[in-house]
């Protein structure tokens, strides 16, 4: 069973893509999970379940968000509410009570490093591949997958209609979120597309978030990157 990984829609300060385009795609690369983590926000997955609910599709989607806790970015899946404990502690328990798991995403970004051994020890997965880390960052995360025994992950990262499906995993035996749940903490996985994103994607979604943020100097600045990335 086919599906992506940490994503984002619209509903992500950084992100344009909304969930009517996140469906069409979906359906036309025949895709059967979908892990929605929007930041800071479970309203994403919770629309985009609904949504393909109402159209009779039949894509596994959990209840997911990319929060940014006091230590970095954690994401939380099959949750039912939003988690508003943003301490290392808080934040485990409250996903634990709510029977979700914590995948640790792009160790080597937006976390405070001197923490990246806490939080091994508190995840459940980790992310060995990202679209928008260096092959360093993914070398660092894979050996702290294998010096935590933590399984890992293949996430996409996309925040743009054009980064979907740039990275695809393959699980056996998904029907229900359950079984994904399962195949998430113990199955294995084939990587079906794992293409690292453009500088110029990057630049895009920054520059997505200046204009929601009405940051006009940020804004300035990103347009600049996209310009240069023409070049390069």
Request: include cysteine; proline fraction near 2%.
């Amino acid at each position: 069973m086919k599906g992506v990984i940490h994503f984002h829609s619209d509903h992500s300060y950084d992100s344009n893509f909304s969930i009517e385009k996140i469906i069409e795609k979906s359906i036309e690369k025949e895709l059967d999970f979908l892990i929605l983590t929007d930041h800071d926000t479970i309203d994403g997955s919770i629309e985009l379940r609904s949504t393909l609910k109402k159209y009779g599709h039949d894509i596994v989607v959990p209840i997911a968000a990319e929060y940014r806790t006091e230590v970095g970015d954690l994401i939380a899946v099959f949750i039912h509410e939003e988690i508003v404990d943003m301490s290392l502690e808080g934040f485990v328990a409250a996903v634990r009570k709510q029977g979700g798991i914590i995948l640790f995403p792009h160790p080597s970004c937006h976390h405070k490093m001197h923490f990246i051994d806490e939080i091994c020890k508190k995840v459940n997965i980790i992310e060995v591949f990202n679209s928008r880390c260096s092959l360093e960052q993914d070398i660092f995360a894979s050996n702290k997958s294998k010096e935590f025994d933590i399984p890992s992950y293949v996430g996409s990262d996309a925040h743009l209609s054009r980064e979907f499906g740039s990275v695809v995993v393959e699980y056996d035996l998904i029907v229900d979120e359950n079984s994904l749940k399962k195949s998430l903490l113990y199955g294995s996985y084939k990587v079906i597309n794992s293409k690292k994103t453009t500088k110029k994607n990057i630049c895009l979604s920054q520059l997505i978030k200046s204009l929601k943020n009405y940051r006009f100097l940020s804004i300035l600045k990103n347009i600049l990157c996209l310009l240069k990335s023409k070049n390069i």
